[in-house]
């Protein structure tokens, strides 16, 4: 993109740099327990059993990037000016088909979130990656439009 | 709960907005009021706490300068304690703790809140954005549009009205019922502007479903209040508001994980807790101050404490029951939503006031048990991940 970036820079961290790491490759990664199958995010130690020291047993593996919207809004006035130019835009909570809730924008829909909720949507990959050390960002779509 | 009683023993409260006064002064100012409403020497308290939003929720953490160094007071141990808007509920446990011990005998706990002198500045200076800033440690979201408390606190409107068909008049009839109050009390904010449904429903849609009207105040004060034992309370100069029970709830615990924290608080064992402790039931309630940053919030409440069942507490909203004249009256000063935010200690403040019987025209006569509750910062962000308080305090039990 070539518009100046004046939103904040995402905080990588040792916790989160692979979940980062994929989606600079297009790929949404999920922290995944290799004992049970059970999907995370953010990475947590897996609540179904003991875990090893560190929670050694679960990795970042590639998922499905989609999910259905368990709740949604739409910011109509600009609260923080480094969103003037995208004001109305919707803010979705998505439950993702293996389990965990992320949150992003949902793209090409500024109506009622009401009637949004329930809907099916899947990951879109957004390049900034001549922002500072870059990034991708991931957004959502509806898919059954 | 030990066999110590506690009590409120003094109260400190600067209200309106405090244009050049740092918060350091604003919280050694607030504690000095408290001690001498309380009849107190400074050379009495040797214990203090300062309330601070730490995150999540907040990060008024970040100034140094104790005020028990400012005011000369002679304490054994001061430390900073908060979570988001839980800071009278946490000072008040925290204080708990040390005074069951014998560790002090008088407990100062004081705090301040500059946000609005803060979001005038920035007004003033345009708003310039700061261009490449980086997204706070652990957090998520600020780069794909999260704006925390307003982006949460939507959501649980908007899934509450997904699955209950909660609607925003009746989120209405909350902010109604609780500016009402707000026209007895001279220090509310929207004092003096009362507002009708139609006034709700006309109000700027800030993010959808959540109009102004539904969105607390921007407030500066400060608010420092002296816990002691009640024994000591009773030769001293106010009526000692007694700490009756506390419990407290975390959505971590098992809300966040099942997904149901977009339509319920972790209000059960918070509830529980407090309820028992104090040996009392919902009814026993004269009133309550239920953290009022957001409509839906007091929705939440009036469900989760049993008002109003599940999914119906929009339609006890409607019924008037929580404003004057109604069968439990909520917020009696104005809340967050119309009076000022100071977190948990506007709803505190109210009720110690209430208890004392310093309420005036928005008195409840007879008041003698009341709950105040607590919000407090979300453990991660995105995910409306909080703490919850509940308090009773009473007079004469």
């Given at each position: 993109m070539t518009t100046e970036w004046t939103k904040a820079r995402p905080n990588i961290d040792l916790d989160n740099q692979e979940f980062w790491a994929g989606l600079r490759d297009h790929r949404f990664l999920l922290w995944h327990c290799g004992v049970c199958g059970a999907w995370y995010w953010p990475k947590a130690y897996c609540r179904y059993h003991e875990n090893q020291p560190f929670a050694a047993q679960m990795s970042w593996v590639e998922s499905s990037g989609r999910g259905v919207i368990h709740s949604a809004n739409v910011h109509r006035s600009v609260l923080d000016p480094a969103w003037k130019e995208d004001t109305p835009f919707a803010y979705v909570l998505v439950e993702l088909d293996e389990g965990p809730m992320i949150s992003s924008t949902l793209l090409d829909y500024t109506e009622d979130p009401i009637r949004v909720i329930g809907r099916k949507v899947g990951v879109v990959y957004e390049d900034h990656l001549d922002v500072g050390e870059g990034f991708v960002l991931p957004k959502f779509a509806l898919l059954d439009s | 709960m030990g066999n110590t009683r506690l009590a409120i023993v003094g109260l400190g409260v600067i209200t309106g907005t405090q244009t050049g006064r740092s918060r350091r002064m604003l919280v050694s100012e607030a504690a000095r009021l408290a001690i001498e409403d309380a009849g107190l020497d400074k050379t009495q308290i040797n214990g203090a706490i300062e309330m601070r939003a730490a995150p999540g929720g907040g990060d008024?953490?970040?100034?140094?300068?104790?005020f028990p160094r400012i005011l000369n007071l002679p304490v054994n141990f001061y430390f900073p304690i908060g979570r988001g808007g839980a800071l009278a509920s946490l000072g008040i446990a925290a204080a708990y703790s040390f005074l069951d011990r014998g560790l002090a005998d008088y407990v100062v706990i004081s705090g301040a809140t500059d946000v609005r002198s803060l979001a005038e500045l920035a007004r003033a200076r345009g708003h310039r954005g700061r261009p490449h800033d980086l997204e706070k440690e652990g957090y998520w979201g600020s780069p794909v549009g999260e704006l925390r408390a307003m982006s949460h606190h939507s959501w649980m409107a908007a899934r509450h009205m997904a699955v209950y068909g909660t609607t925003s008049e009746q989120l209405g009839a909350i902010a109604v019922q609780i500016r009402e109050w707000a026209q007895r009390n001279p220090e509310a904010q929207m004092y003096g502007k009362p507002m009708t449904l139609e006034d709700h429903q006309n109000s700027p849609m800030l993010v959808e479903p959540y109009h102004l009207c539904d969105v607390a105040q921007v407030s500066d004060g400060a608010c420092a209040f002296i816990v002691s034992t009640e024994d000591r309370a009773r030769d001293l100069r106010q009526v000692p508001v007694q700490i009756l029970g506390q419990g407290f709830g975390d959505v971590a615990a098992t809300l966040w994980w099942d997904k149901l924290n977009y339509t319920q608080m972790a209000i059960r064992t918070a509830r529980d807790a407090a309820f028992s402790q104090a040996g009392i039931t919902l009814d026993d309630l004269d009133a309550a101050m239920l953290y009022d940053c957001f409509t839906a919030e007091v929705l939440f409440q009036l469900e989760g404490y049993g008002w109003a069942p599940l999914g119906e507490g929009g339609a006890f909203a409607e019924t008037g029951a929580i404003g004057p004249g109604g069968s439990i009256p909520i917020n009696t000063s104005g809340g967050l939503l119309s009076a000022y935010h100071m977190d948990d200690l506007t709803g505190f403040i109210e009720a110690v006031r209430q208890l004392r019987g310093e309420s005036k025209d928005r008195q409840v006569v007879g008041a003698k048990t009341l709950m105040f509750t607590s919000h407090g910062g979300e453990m991660l962000s995105p995910g409306m991940c909080s703490i919850h308080a509940s308090t009773i305090l009473g007079v004469g039990r």
């Amino acid at each position: 993109m070539t518009t100046e970036w004046t939103k904040a820079r995402p905080n990588i961290d040792l916790d989160n740099q692979e979940f980062w790491a994929g989606l600079r490759d297009h790929r949404f990664l999920l922290w995944h327990c290799g004992v049970c199958g059970a999907w995370y995010w953010p990475k947590a130690y897996c609540r179904y059993h003991e875990n090893q020291p560190f929670a050694a047993q679960m990795s970042w593996v590639e998922s499905s990037g989609r999910g259905v919207i368990h709740s949604a809004n739409v910011h109509r006035s600009v609260l923080d000016p480094a969103w003037k130019e995208d004001t109305p835009f919707a803010y979705v909570l998505v439950e993702l088909d293996e389990g965990p809730m992320i949150s992003s924008t949902l793209l090409d829909y500024t109506e009622d979130p009401i009637r949004v909720i329930g809907r099916k949507v899947g990951v879109v990959y957004e390049d900034h990656l001549d922002v500072g050390e870059g990034f991708v960002l991931p957004k959502f779509a509806l898919l059954d439009s | 709960m030990g066999n110590t009683r506690l009590a409120i023993v003094g109260l400190g409260v600067i209200t309106g907005t405090q244009t050049g006064r740092s918060r350091r002064m604003l919280v050694s100012e607030a504690a000095r009021l408290a001690i001498e409403d309380a009849g107190l020497d400074k050379t009495q308290i040797n214990g203090a706490i300062e309330m601070r939003a730490a995150p999540g929720g907040g990060d008024r953490t970040n100034y140094s300068d104790g005020f028990p160094r400012i005011l000369n007071l002679p304490v054994n141990f001061y430390f900073p304690i908060g979570r988001g808007g839980a800071l009278a509920s946490l000072g008040i446990a925290a204080a708990y703790s040390f005074l069951d011990r014998g560790l002090a005998d008088y407990v100062v706990i004081s705090g301040a809140t500059d946000v609005r002198s803060l979001a005038e500045l920035a007004r003033a200076r345009g708003h310039r954005g700061r261009p490449h800033d980086l997204e706070k440690e652990g957090y998520w979201g600020s780069p794909v549009g999260e704006l925390r408390a307003m982006s949460h606190h939507s959501w649980m409107a908007a899934r509450h009205m997904a699955v209950y068909g909660t609607t925003s008049e009746q989120l209405g009839a909350i902010a109604v019922q609780i500016r009402e109050w707000a026209q007895r009390n001279p220090e509310a904010q929207m004092y003096g502007k009362p507002m009708t449904l139609e006034d709700h429903q006309n109000s700027p849609m800030l993010v959808e479903p959540y109009h102004l009207c539904d969105v607390a105040q921007v407030s500066d004060g400060a608010c420092a209040f002296i816990v002691s034992t009640e024994d000591r309370a009773r030769d001293l100069r106010q009526v000692p508001v007694q700490i009756l029970g506390q419990g407290f709830g975390d959505v971590a615990a098992t809300l966040w994980w099942d997904k149901l924290n977009y339509t319920q608080m972790a209000i059960r064992t918070a509830r529980d807790a407090a309820f028992s402790q104090a040996g009392i039931t919902l009814d026993d309630l004269d009133a309550a101050m239920l953290y009022d940053c957001f409509t839906a919030e007091v929705l939440f409440q009036l469900e989760g404490y049993g008002w109003a069942p599940l999914g119906e507490g929009g339609a006890f909203a409607e019924t008037g029951a929580i404003g004057p004249g109604g069968s439990i009256p909520i917020n009696t000063s104005g809340g967050l939503l119309s009076a000022y935010h100071m977190d948990d200690l506007t709803g505190f403040i109210e009720a110690v006031r209430q208890l004392r019987g310093e309420s005036k025209d928005r008195q409840v006569v007879g008041a003698k048990t009341l709950m105040f509750t607590s919000h407090g910062g979300e453990m991660l962000s995105p995910g409306m991940c909080s703490i919850h308080a509940s308090t009773i305090l009473g007079v004469g039990r």
